[in-house]
């Protein structure tokens, strides 16, 4: 009895973080909203919401606020505040490209988008896990002020990417800034 309780008390404790969704979510912290689909999971950690409905290998937005000035994790490039949309993403993409954890990184389109009002770009790229499975992304970002914004949709390219694109295109339409400069 005292091992299933335990049991019982660890799971609850490890799943603390993930919260059922849906609807108008506001984050004045990191100055934006965004409605969240129904059904879905999310986990804040830092600078980064992350939503999944089935389990974040098999889909997932994350929707990231960073200071300009610090430097990517894999690059340790940094952006800055008079880059242009197109620059941002060549530094972002690069980026991606330079995790250890993937291989087979290929830009499928690279594009101008506003987001929020703001000129930023919309990034489209597959590549391949540790595991051999192939996954296909949206990357949309812009810089405003000293941060960049970053609605980024990871999943699986066979089945799950075509699935959910959708409602990844709803999230990043409702995204808006709270306040402007």
Not at 136 to 161: L, M, T
Request: aromatic content about 12%; glycine content about 6%.
């Amino acid at each position: 009895m005292k091992k299933s309780l335990l049991v019982i008390v660890l799971l609850l404790i490890g799943c603390a973080p993930w919260v059922q969704v849906g609807g108008l979510y506001k984050m004045e912290s990191h100055n934006y909203s965004v409605e969240l689909p129904q059904g879905w999971m999310r986990w804040n950690k830092g600078d980064q919401l992350l939503i999944t409905r089935d389990g974040v290998p098999l889909q997932n937005i994350q929707i990231i606020r960073r200071n300009i000035e610090e430097p990517l994790k894999y690059t340790k490039r940094k952006l800055s505040k008079t880059m242009l949309p197109q620059e941002a993403a060549e530094v972002i993409l690069d980026n991606v490209a330079s995790n250890k954890d993937i291989s087979d990184f290929g830009l499928v389109e690279n594009t101008p988008l506003r987001v929020s009002g703001i000129s930023g770009f919309k990034a489209i790229y597959s590549y391949k896990t540790k595991d051999g499975l192939k996954v296909k992304s949206v990357y949309c970002g812009f810089i405003q002020d000293q941060w960049f914004y970053g609605i980024n949709y990871n999943a699986p390219e066979r089945h799950y990417f075509d699935k959910d694109i959708t409602t990844f295109e709803n999230v990043l339409e409702s995204f808006k800034l709270i306040k402007t400069a």
